[in-house]
C-alpha cells in the first residue's frame, strides 16, 4: 500500500513518547508519528491522557517527507469533531467575562491590602 498524503487509514499506536505517538499503518514496517499537536483539538499535556499502547485509531497521512518519514494527524482525521467546536457559540459574552475578571481582581487586591496593612513594620520595628 502505497502512503500518500490526506490518505485516511486506520493504524494500531506502537509506541508513546512526550512529544507524541508512534502509530503502525496497515503495511506492516510502516510506522508514523502524530505529533501531540495533531492528537486532539484540545490542549494535550500528556499524550497518555489520549492513547495507550495498542489503541486501534484513525489517521489522516499530513506529511511524507524525502527520508521517508510520514506525519499523522488524528484530529484531522475526525473532520465532524473539529467543525462542531469551531460552529459553537460563546455561552458568556467578552463584557460579562471581564465584569468578572474585574469582580476577582479588585477582591483579590483588597484581601492583599488587609494582609500587608496587618503586618505593619516588619522585623524590628517594636524595638523603636
Avoid: C, W
Avoid at 508512534?22 to 503495511?27: G, H, Q, T
Avoid at 499524550?47 to 506529511?63: C, F, N, P, T
Amino acid at each position: 500500500m502505497a502512503i500518500a498524503v490526506g490518505t485516511i487509514v486506520e493504524g494500531v499506536v506502537t509506541g508513546i513518547t512526550h512529544f507524541g505517538a508512534f502509530v503502525e499503518l496497515p503495511d506492516k514496517n510502516v510506522t508514523g508519528l502524530v505529533h501531540i499537536s495533531e492528537v486532539a483539538d484540545a490542549y494535550v499535556k500528556d499524550v497518555r491522557d489520549y492513547l495507550k499502547e495498542q489503541d486501534r485509531v484513525k489517521v489522516k497521512v499530513i506529511h511524507v517527507d524525502e527520508k521517508g518519514k510520514i506525519g499523522l494527524s488524528i484530529k484531522q482525521a475526525n473532520p465532524s469533531t473539529r467543525n462542531t467546536r469551531e460552529r459553537r457559540q460563546p455561552t458568556v459574552s467578552f463584557e460579562e467575562k471581564l465584569a468578572k475578571f474585574i469582580k476577582d481582581s479588585d477582591e483579590r487586591q483588597l484581601e492583599y491590602r488587609r494582609a500587608t496593612e496587618s503586618k505593619r513594620g516588619g522585623r524590628g520595628s517594636s524595638r523603636y
